[in-house]
């Protein structure tokens, strides 16, 4: 089992909708939570972390976290072309700041 | 405000040279790292810095030596390159302010190993 695992898409979305990404995580000792947006040829760049349960907003971004679960998502509220990217989710164990897991993403497409 | 900065951003290597990949970064981060990303792999750890004077081995160290040179450098050496060392290097470092905490990115190094 992938530590992080991740679709790897692409998922297409029509413009202006609400992109939803999701991630699963197998270690329930993490304690924090990232999405990063990579464009191609790019390097990623942090949209936005999580550590609590529940939903975190950020402009058109809401990241939600459900520990009992394992999973972490990232919605993209009206979403627009140039959203389109690769969505990376990532998790740190709790005291770990070297043991920061990738996965390996999921290609979202945005269709005018 | 450059932030993390990385050369080359293109290599070609023949099997058996070396080379060294640069990383500065201007944010006062104590953290470093370097990372490999490959298609279908997700990005990989390498080596990392949790501060000046220290290194530690990641989940990819094999074929690789690195040095945390002071607070804002640290490189990463490939003594003899092998074609399974093509891939995409990214150097990261790491803050601790919690309303930004998370890596920041150099632009990375394309390595081609032929």
């Known amino acids: 089992q992938k530590e992080v695992e991740q679709n790897s898409g692409p998922l297409s979305v029509p413009e202006g909708a609400i992109a939803s990404l999701n991630c699963t995580y197998s270690d329930r000792g993490s304690q924090s939570f990232f999405w990063y947006r990579q464009y191609s040829g790019k390097s990623p760049e942090l949209i936005m972390s999580?550590?609590?349960?529940g939903d975190k907003e950020d402009g058109r971004f809401t990241a939600q976290l459900n520990k009992a679960s394992q999973y972490v998502s990232l919605l993209i509220r009206d979403s627009q072309p140039s959203d389109s990217a690769t969505y990376l989710c990532?998790?740190?164990?709790?005291?770990?700041?070297?043991?920061?897991?990738f996965g390996t993403g999921t290609k979202l497409q945005v269709i005018p | 405000n450059a932030g993390v900065t990385q050369t080359p951003k293109f290599q070609v290597l023949k099997t058996g040279q070396s080379m060294t990949l640069q990383c500065a970064q201007d944010m006062n981060h104590n953290s470093m790292y370097w990372y490999r990303q490959d298609p279908g792999m997700g990005l990989r750890l390498i080596y990392y810095s949790a501060s000046e004077g220290t290194t530690d081995k990641g989940e990819v160290p094999n074929g690789y030596n690195v040095s945390r040179l002071n607070k804002r450098e640290f490189s990463l050496r490939l003594e003899s390159a092998a074609p399974s060392q093509t891939s995409v290097y990214f150097c990261?470092?790491?803050?601790?302010?919690?309303?930004?905490?998370?890596?920041?990115f150099g632009s990375g190094t394309r390595l081609t190993v032929v």
């Open positions: 999580i550590y609590s349960n």
């Open positions: 990261a470092s790491l803050g601790t302010d919690r309303r930004t905490y998370g890596y920041t």
């Open positions: 990532a998790v740190q164990l709790a005291g770990g700041y070297q043991k920061v897991t």
